[in-house]
T-cell receptor
């Protein structure tokens, strides 16, 4: 399967703490993307990291990619209650445009 | 406002009926996608289209059909041949294939009884 797998399935933290989610995959990729599912239930793109990149930042988000271990992590610093939702990783391999989504990590941030 | 619209938000159908889900985008994107999401699951690709009048099957195309007659529209028909059609359906678009983020609509929740 080319599907990514997030770990943990659920994560519960206090506001202000950092949240780390991991994604593992099995085949070679062109890029890996992270999305969150918003309150309207559509997905919102967070970050895209290409296979030749190791780290990217966007605001409070930091994504790392280790292609030798076929894994990525998403770090959300100084979490807020509004960060509570599901986060998904998606990999794009040799078939351009096709994304393979994991099952997601449900993040709960308590005030 | 640029974006993707899906209608309706909730849809109820009787078993054995075909139903068409609407997806429209005004982002001028070439590529469009249909995904299905089941509870506690990730998204699974049903069909995608790179360009008008062209589309490819995804991982779970059986029981579904699509058309792409206009750049901005990519309707999905859930046929009576789909064994378990009750699910949340998400439409997305991107500016191209390969290294582009996908923009998602708000989804349609289909319930078939």
């Amino acid at each position: 399967s080319q599907q990514g797998e997030e770990d943990p399935q659920a994560l519960s933290i206090q506001e202000g703490e950092n949240a780390t989610m991991n994604c593992s995959y099995k085949t070679s990729i062109n890029n890996l993307q992270w999305y969150r599912q918003n309150s309207g239930r559509g997905l919102v793109h967070l970050i895209l990291i290409r296979s030749n990149e190791r780290e990217k930042h966007s605001g409070r988000l930091r994504v790392t990619l280790d292609t030798s271990k076929k894994s990525s992590s998403l770090l959300i610093t100084a979490s807020r209650a509004a960060d509570t939702t599901s986060y998904f990783c998606a990999t794009e391999g040799s078939t351009l445009g096709r994304l393979y989504f994991g099952r997601g990590t449900q993040l709960t941030v308590w005030p | 406002d640029g974006g993707i619209t899906q209608s309706p938000k909730y849809l109820f159908r009787k078993e054995g009926q075909n139903v068409t889900l609407s997806c429209e985008q005004n982002l001028n994107h070439d590529a469009m996608y249909w995904y299905r999401q089941d509870p506690g699951q990730g998204l699974r690709l049903i069909y995608y289209s790179q360009i008008v009048n062209d589309f490819q099957k995804g991982d779970i195309a059986e029981g579904y059909s699509v058309s792409r007659e206009k750049k901005e529209s990519f309707p999905l028909t859930v046929t009576s041949a789909q064994k378990n059609p009750t699910a949340f359906y998400l439409c997305a678009s991107s500016n191209g294939l390969g290294g582009y983020e996908q923009y998602f609509g708000p989804g349609t929740r289909l319930t078939v009884t």
